[in-house]
């Protein structure tokens, strides 16, 4: 509900405050390596920690027949209800919306962004006296949306509570044996790795742990209880704006191209289930394999729709290049939604450490938090 009118509101309000389009680009440059960092690492990071759990794991004979004998039913019924995914040069093309009113209908955040950006930049071609009313419509409009996400937040753990309530339900006891051992390797990498974002953002964007975990908490909230980094941007914007009080061309434009495209999760979650699955189905996997399978995922990952376990529908061809049967997606689909909170909350943590990076490498006038 509050998601395409403030971030809208807010991208046109943070690309007209910089006052330089060639900053916004600067902005958008910086931002490319800093995701590739975080999603690089994150690979490397599953590479050297899920062994310690994975090699632990013993799979009885009768356990890996039925998995193997459920898998391709499994598969089968996730391809009936897979997304058609697009080329590369289409998702390319389609940066740019044909219609922005059906691309905002659609929930499309990144042709969205796209259009929003360059109409702020053409803004700043305009005149003060006949850009400042439209700016300052805009502004109210965030400014709105923002009172209306704090009175959203204020009834959240009653929802999130609902919700819980009804995953227990769905899940019931079906994690079990190997599965349980893959759920939980998944869930505990990812874990660390949100913890780990922590001194990241206290060292190298030079924040305060206390505020950085303030402003990350409600977002974490509805990520954990929604998977879904899109639900979760409005309160990652009230944070950034009220807690880290980052500067407006940060929440505007980079927060929004994060949600859009950096998804820190896709090569945690593949790194583990090619390990789980090559072990389940006796492949034997090389450094050099995991290692392709890191930039594979990597490259992958800006392109993944989304949608709830979304790169898991991407993953089957890559699993016959390593001789693993392509089945075997299926039975990560199967139980997913455990893994897929974890995954979501990694990506709006990861979202809101690089925008604090951003922040304080983007050259422009900034004091955080910490130095204040």
Partial sequence: MTVVPLVVALVITGVVSTADARRVGRLGALAVPVFLAFLLAGGVFTLLV??????RLTIP??????LRSSAAATAGAAGGAQPQ???????????????????????????????????GLALTRLEAGRRQPVVQWFQAVADAMLVLVSWVLILAPVGIFGLAVGLGFRMGAAAAGALLHYVITLS??????????????????????RTFASAAAPAQVVAFSSRSSLAALPAMIAGAKDRLALPPAVTGFALPLAV????????????????????????PLDAAQLGGLILTSTLISFSVPGIPSASLFLMAPVLVGLGIPAEGVGILIAVDAIPDLFKTMANVTAHLT??????????????PPSAS
């Fill in 260 to 283: 859009s495209v950096f998804r820190v999760n896709v090569p945690i979650a593949w790194v583990v289930g090619v390990m789980f699955l090559g072990k389940l189905y006796g492949v």
């Fill in 85 to 119: 995914m697009p080329s590369l040069v289409q998702r390319i093309v389609e940066m740019v919306p044909a219609n922005p009113v059906k691309a905002a209908a659609d929930g499309a955040m990144l042709p969205l962004v796209v259009f929003t950006l360059l109409v």
């Fill in 354 to 367: 690089s925008v604090t990076i951003l922040a304080r490498y983007q050259g422009v006038d900034f004091t």
């Fill in 188 to 209: 505990g990498v990812l874990l660390i790795y949100i913890l780990a974002l922590y001194p990241v953002a206290v060292l190298v964007g030079k924040t305060r742990a």
């Fill in 50 to 55: 899920a062994p310690v759990s994975l090699d």
């Fill in 61 to 66: 004979p009768d356990v890996a027949a039925n």
